[in-house]
């Protein structure tokens, strides 16, 4: 009787979860990330001391994203750091590199420059090692404003130079993203040089 009891409350337990998760991503897609951000982490709470898994992860991710989101940047920044680390130990290579892009352009928002430089050299080693030149542009991108940021303009143009001969035709609005930010450059900082 209690084995049976105890599979009712999985199973409920289990469909609880994943209705949160609707309404989260509901929320989420709508763009009321306030709301979103409640229930991700009502499911975190749920869920925290489960071992690794995707699901894990991913809660992990979209919680992070709502918190950067509603400008909680510091705490967003460790659950970016705990979904990192979830993604690796399951070995979802992708899905961990994608986290520490995000963890690079959060360190470059809370101000520290060097930290999210460093970051996204680690990112950026190994999506030269893939050969993924759309990858590299993102990154090249983040950096680009990690060495601005921190008063390195040469740094920044090169960041941002090789980021449109990397993107070509591939991402028309990186690419207008990465052309404007030249010119700002030139315009603000080298005076029209």
Known sequence: LLSFATIIYINVSAQHTV?????ATT????????????????IY?????????????????????????????????LMFRQAEKTYASIQLIDK????????????DDIGEYNASIETSKLAL?????????????????????????AGKIKEALDCHTKEILLLGDKDQPLLARAYN?????WAVDLKDN
Do not use: P
């Not at 961990?96 to 360190?107: F, H, N, V, Y």
């Open 19 to 23: 209705d949160l998760q609707q309404k």
């Open 45 to 77: 709470q749920s869920i925290a001391s489960q071992k690794a898994s995707v699901e894990k992860a991913n809660i992990q991710f979209f919680y992070a994203r709502c918190l950067e989101l509603t400008g909680k940047y510091k705490d967003a920044l």
């Open 181 to 185: 930010q030249l010119g700002n450059i």
């Open 125 to 149: 080693a190994h999506y030269t090692q893939l050969k993924d030149s759309l990858q590299m542009a993102f990154v090249l991108h983040n950096m680009g404003f990690g060495y601005y940021h």
């Open 96 to 107: 961990k590199w994608i986290t520490t892009q995000r963890i690079a352009s959060l360190l």
């Open 27 to 42: 929320f989420y897609t709508k763009r009321q990330y306030d709301s979103a951000l409640i229930v991700y982490q009502q």
